[in-house]
C-alpha cells in the first residue's frame, strides 16, 4: 500500500473527496439547521423551510460537485486498464 502512494500507482485524491463529501454534508447540516432556528426574530415557518431547502439543497450540490471530481479519476482509472490492455498485445 505504502509504495503504491508513493510511487504514483494508486490515487489518494478519490479518498480525499470522500473526507471533503462528508466535510462539506456537515457544514450544509449545520448552517441549515442555524438558518432554521437561530438569529433574531424566533422560529418561523419561513426560516424552517429556508433551511429545509438549504440542507436539501446544499447536500445536493456537495454529492454533485464531488461526484463530478470522482469521474475524472474513473475516467483516468479506464483510460489505465485499456492502456494495460493494449500493451500486453
Not at 509504495?3 to 466535510?23: E, V
Not at 437561530?38 to 429545509?52: D, N, P, R, V
Not at 439543497?57 to 454533485?64: E, F, P, Y
Amino acid at each position: 500500500m505504502g509504495n503504491k502512494i508513493f510511487f504514483f500507482d494508486s490515487m489518494l485524491t478519490p479518498k480525499i473527496i470522500t473526507f471533503i463529501y462528508w466535510l462539506l454534508l456537515l457544514g450544509v447540516v449545520g448552517y441549515g439547521l442555524s438558518t432554521m432556528f437561530g438569529g433574531y426574530g424566533g422560529f418561523t415557518f419561513q426560516k424552517f423551510l429556508m433551511g429545509l431547502l438549504t440542507i436539501a439543497g446544499g447536500a445536493l450540490a456537495a454529492r454533485v460537485w464531488c461526484e463530478l471530481l470522482i469521474v475524472i479519476f474513473k475516467i483516468n482509472e479506464n483510460i489505465q486498464k485499456l492502456r494495460g490492455n493494449n500493451e500486453n498485445q
